[in-house]
């Protein structure tokens, strides 16, 4: 019976883990795409999938 109890609590931390770890993803997925919106508009460094794919100045900006 113990064996059990343990096995189910275990799966239901697993499963806590997953589920907050998809989230944090997703909310991190949305900043990333705020912040490469706000740098394309700034048009200092352009940021693509976390990454800083290229330095530029924007030549539009007056």
Wanted: charge should be positive.
């Amino acid at each position: 019976m113990k064996l059990l109890s343990l096995i189910i609590l275990l799966s239901i931390f697993l499963i806590t883990i997953l589920s907050i770890s998809h989230l944090f993803k997703s909310f991190t997925g949305k900043f990333y795409s705020i912040k490469n919106f706000e740098w394309k508009r700034i048009g200092k460094i352009e940021i693509k999938s976390g990454k800083i794919a290229q330095v530029r100045k924007n030549l539009n900006f007056k």
